[in-house]
């Protein structure tokens, strides 16, 4: 018998395959990551039945049980969805990216589905410029825009790590198991958590994190541009031990487009963010 | 089954889309049976085209020329570039008419994912043209998805930063549809590019 069932998802990812089809990436609600393939879904006729978005909720229905699935349908979810614009969507490509990554498939996390359809809203209610608007000039292109999102990511990643078994507890020392100091420097032990340094080697510093700064990601105050400087360098670095060697794309992507746009436009207000640093394009 | 000549025959034919081993063989005997004459004007046209196409230095699209025929016709308008995903689409909006000004294809879209950043749909040789061309008006004709719509941001912001008159292909209700039927989301558009009359 043919089992089929309605789900809730987005599309983390689509790509070709075979001549007419698609193989979809889906986040579900209640499936996790799941793989399927959409029969047809590049002819005039498969796309009308497969609407397949990226960062719209989407009601599908697919076919099988375990691996790859056969999609069925898929439509718009909700009505009138503001989907991502503008520089955003790039931030989009990037979780996506994270989570294409790091996430098993047919494994759910009902949390983080919450988690990323919130965060979803928060980028699409920022969204700043669009190409929709005709002719918009350049002074509508505010990356500082970008800095403000960034703690949404943060946020996001660490979250990311503790639904896939790696929780990374800001507060506590993991070694002694006692509270993080403000007025302490602690280094990342990959598999293991933060742990505070005795004896601070200036030489080492960029891979330490400095206690205040941690307590303040803990509390999920990211006000400091120093704060989000050590978040960024912390989940990069925590990040990694799970992604291992390869790449993410879409990370080096946004970097030389922030970079290049920066350049482009020389626009100082770009840097408003954090007007003491040298390099302060904005990242994700 | 019929010898090595006519399995390598259906072989190749197997790479035309939609054609399995049924339809190749199907093919091949025909050729062979009733039609040797178009059999050898189809291998001397493939052969020739292999050889002979390649890509418009300009715009991107197939041609046999350094230029291709829309690049290298004077009476179109000169000032006007469109920026289109896929030859395709290029195809479709001559077809419509709605058009006399040149084109850039893109040969794809943005997606960092997969690794297809600027460089690899031809922005670099895009903006390239709009610094030494004498180009008013850059249209971003790509789709209205996701990616197409990232992709005309990119180009959109770099096309400003040089200068040039960006414009969006308008997207909304199509015509001949009923409202009731629209969904929301280009319901939502349409009322956000709706016109003044
Ligand atoms: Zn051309």
Known sequence: ?284 | MFGKVIDELIDSLRCLPGVGPKSAQRMALHLLERDRKSASRLANAIANAAEKIGRCELCRIFSETKECEICGNHRREQRQLCVVETPADLFAIEQSGSYRGRYFVLLGHLSPIDGIGPAEIGIDQLLQRLSDEDIEELILATNLTVEGEATAHFIGERALALGVQVSRIAHGVPLGGELEYVDGSTLLHAFSSRKRL
Not at chain 1, 55 to 74: E, H, I, Q, Y
């Open chain 1, 1 to 284: 018998m043919r089992t089929e069932s309605e789900h809730i998802a987005y599309v983390l990812h689509k790509r070709p395959f075979r001549e007419t089809s698609v193989l979809v990436d889906l986040f579900c609600r209640d499936q996790g990551r799941i793989r399927a393939v959409a029969r047809g879904a590049r002819g005039k006729h498969g796309a009308k039945k497969l609407h397949l978005e990226p960062f719209t909720p989407l009601l599908v229905t697919w076919r099988g049980n375990s691996g790859l699935k056969t999609l069925v349908r898929a439509e718009s979810a909700a009505q009138a969805k503001p989907s991502l614009l503008g520089h955003t969507v790039y931030l989009g490509f990037y979780v996506n990216e994270l989570l294409m990554r790091l996430l098993a498939e047919d494994d759910a996390h009902e949390y983080l589905y919450q988690h990323y359809s919130e965060l979803l809203i928060r980028l699409s209610s920022s969204n700043v410029s669009t190409t929709s608007q005709a002719t918009a000039d350049l002074s509508n292109i505010d990356l500082s825009n970008t800095s403000n999102l960034e703690p949404l990511l943060r946020v996001f990643e660490l979250s990311l790590l503790e639904e896939i078994g790696y929780a990374l507890p800001l507060d506590t020392d993991s070694l002694s198991g006692t509270p993080v100091a403000a007025d302490t420097w602690y280094r990342l032990i990959p598999g293991d958590g933060l742990v505070s340094v005795p004896a601070y080697d200036g030489a080492s510093r960029h891979e330490l994190f400095a206690g205040a700064h941690l307590l303040a990601m803990a509390a999920e105050n990211y006000q400091d541009n120093e704060v989000r400087k050590c978040a960024k360098r912390l989940l990069r670095l925590a990040l990694a031990n799970q992604l291992g060697n390869k790449p993410l794309r879409s990370r080096e992507f946004f970097e030389s487009y922030a970079k290049n746009l920066i350049e482009t436009t020389g626009s100082t207000r770009l840097k408003t963010t954090s007007p003491s640093m040298g390099s302060s394009e904005p990242q994700i």
